[in-house]
């Protein structure tokens, strides 16, 4: 359908191959997630989603659904309704060597982005090229030194020429060497950076796809950090001194307005901002466009990688971005300002742990904010962004934010440790009910001070489970599978073993006790959001590896062969209330546990006068665990 729409409009409106060309291609890169640049992807400890896809990963999506359809041929129902869904004009399986010029660009893409560019040889097809567009683009640029080769014949090539005959496959093979000529030659004050901004618009006009080229080539320059900084002074480069402190006091607002306690935004002293150069090349070219529909796809190919590619720059590279983006387009700033004030979070980890103890205060209603009211998903994620208030935009909801950065942080590790610890956190701020110390010393000796301001235990629990709730979705959005199956093997082993004991007294065993459940509810909803409950799934065949790892673990420390660090309280709360959830719940995980394990977890849980647990663990544990099954109730029988 795609391919007749632009067929059509070429044969109706005259548009040129190029044209053609370029809006294809542009919705493949929009298929492939191409506007999450590589350093979006590479940062944090866990690869994204974005990260992944590929135009293999599109091509073998496709196969698999077609060979999904085969299988599915045998019921009608399900083919009728496939039928309607789907037309294929090809049942055969495609594979990237199908495609050998875009299995090329592909390549060369990989490549511009791992390393530096290399390989262009005088006199090649490709030299002849990047002669040629480089004399169309930008004449008044002295090339000698900045393509490293002198004049060919391709470069007297005509211009009318080339936009006639050249494929625009050939074009965009020749690109990486001629911005690398280009900005080359801008940084050695051979080109403007008037002329620079102004041949890539030039280029883009003239190949739309060539946007796709350049995103990609100034972003992997911007991460090797080689090229000296732009001064953004209003001569050479565009200047944001008009909105930059409005920008910037803007941003403070809006992390206040969230419960975030930045202590400066402000730059340093008068001096002039400064930009990596490929990033204030690619905004230069960016706000040349104009802002209408003719434009927009273009813009939304390239805009989101200007800002994630700010952000991920030093301070104040975001907010010089954002004021310039503002002065072109005012509706936009709301959008602006908020990714400016994300850009915080990626350069401070003191403001992701705000974040997070935000996150948890927020939906716990342990907020005396106005914001934040009685807690809940509502307090959590708010109502989305908006200007409701006549001064700017309206406070960001916690969740919101941390959304958005997440895929930024980049120690994962120290995000899980923050969460457990705001995990104990808020099980004590529920039992106290929000009181501070001095109510609580009071409550202490008072007849009723174990139940802290009246708080039943029953409500105490249901909190308690939401906080367990809240810490393993943050788990399981910052990290995955692979970051939930290392909690389980190694970071909550670690904390049972190191942490410390508080003093003990009724109040505190209350609050020991309920950590415990809190931690066992925690780790079992970031098993089920690892891993399912079902077999099929493909993270599933981790699981007995990880699970039977971490049953070891509290087998081995109900033995005794190893001191605990936590209060024997949270131990004994945990133990009972993460292996009772996997029996009433789960039991599916414990068939695929070695019988030797069960067995000694039983031996375990008896001795903390769990009998009734004890058999159960082995009762529903399959066919493999009768024996030792059969073997408990008889000694149960017999004391």
């Given amino acids: 359908m795609f391919t007749e729409y632009i067929m059509d409009s070429y044969n109706r409106r005259g548009i040129n191959s190029h044209a053609v060309f370029s809006h294809a291609f542009t919705l493949l890169l929009k298929l492939w997630s191409f506007d999450h640049t590589p350093i979006e992807q590479a940062m944090g400890d866990m690869p994204s989603v974005a990260s992944q896809l590929s135009p293999e990963y599109l091509l073998l999506v496709r196969n698999s ?76 640029m002295n090339r000698g030194s900045a393509s490293g080769s002198s004049s060919s014949s391709g470069s007297s090539m005509d211009e009318a020429i080339l936009r006639l005959q050249l494929p625009a496959w050939d074009i965009l093979e020749a690109l990486p060497f001629v911005l690398d000529a280009a900005v080359t030659a801008c940084a050695h004050d051979k080109l403007s950076p008037r002329d620079l901004a102004t041949g890539l618009k030039d280029l883009a006009d003239f190949l739309p796809a060539s946007l796709a080229s350049i995103l990609s080539y100034f972003t992997a320059e911007v991460t090797r950090g080689v090229w000296k900084p732009a001064c953004m002074n209003g001569t050479d480069w565009p200047s944001p001194a008009a909105n930059l402190s409005t920008v910037e ?55 989101r990688g200007v800002v994630v590619l700010a952000a991920c720059c030093p301070w104040p590279c975001m907010p010089i971005v954002s004021a310039l983006w503002v002065q072109k387009a005012k509706r936009w700033s709301d959008f602006l300002i908020f990714a400016a004030s994300r850009t915080v979070f990626n350069l401070n980890n003191d403001a992701i742990v705000q974040l997070l103890r935000s996150c948890f205060s927020s939906v716990l209603g342990l907020n005396s904010s106005p914001r934040c009211g009685n807690g809940g998903v509502g307090a959590l994620l708010g109502h989305g962004l908006g200007s409701c208030y006549s001064n700017g935009l309206s406070p960001v909801a916690p969740g919101i934010f941390y959304l958005r950065v997440y895929p930024f942080v ?97 109040p505190e065993s209350v609050v020991a006790t309920l950590i415990g459940y809190a931690l066992a509810y925690f780790s079992v909803l970031c098993g089920l959001l690892a891993w399912g409950i079902d077999a099929p799934l493909s993270a599933s065949k981790w699981r007995s590896k990880v699970l039977s790892c971490h049953l070891e673990f509290m087998a081995t420390a109900l033995e005794g062969k190893f001191s605990l660090g936590c209060d024997l309280a949270t131990w004994r709360a945990y133990v009972s209330g993460f292996l009772g959830l996997l029996v009433r719940c789960i039991p599916a995980w414990l068939q695929e546990i070695d019988v030797h394990i069960l067995k000694s977890l039983s031996k375990g849980l008896r001795q903390l006068d769990e009998e009734e647990l004890a058999i159960a663990l082995v009762s529903v544990s399959g066919v493999n665990a009768m024996g030792a099954a059969a073997e408990l109730i008889i000694q149960s029988a017999r004391v």
């Fill in 249 to 303: 006091q803007q941003i403070h607002k809006v992390l206040a307005a969230t419960g975030i306690d930045v202590p400066s935004l402000a730059t340093a002293g008068n001096s002039i901002p400064t930009l990596p150069l490929p990033l204030a090349a690619l905004l230069s070219l960016t706000i040349t466009y104009k802002i209408d529909k003719a434009n927009e796809r273009y813009l939304n190919l390239v805009g």
């Fill in 65 to 140: 659904q077609l060979a999904s359809l085969s299988n599915a041929s045998t019921d009608q129902n399900k083919g009728r309704i496939y039928s309607k869904l789907i037309t294929l004009p090809s049942t055969e399986p495609i594979f990237m060597d199908s495609f050998p010029k875009l299995k090329c660009w592909y390549r060369q893409h990989q490549a511009c982005i791992a390393s530096p560019l290399s390989g262009l040889m005088p006199g090649t097809p490709v030299h002849q090229i990047v002669e040629a567009l480089l004399n169309m683009l930008f004449k008044k």
């Fill in 410 to 506: 980049r120690n994962i590790t120290l995000v899980t440790e923050e969460i457990l610890s705001l995990l104990m956190a808020s099980v004590k701020g529920i039992v106290a009910g929000g009181l501070s110390n001095d109510t609580i010393e009071k409550l202490k000796k008072t007849k009723f001070g174990m139940r802290y301001r009246q708080v039943s235990l029953t409500s105490a629990m249901t909190c308690v489970k939401l906080a367990a709730s809240v810490g393993a979705s943050f788990v399981w959005i910052s990290g995955g599978v692979n970051l939930i199956q290392t909690l389980l093997k190694e970071l909550l082993p670690s904390w049972f073993i190191s942490t410390q004991r508080s003093d003990h007294g009724e």
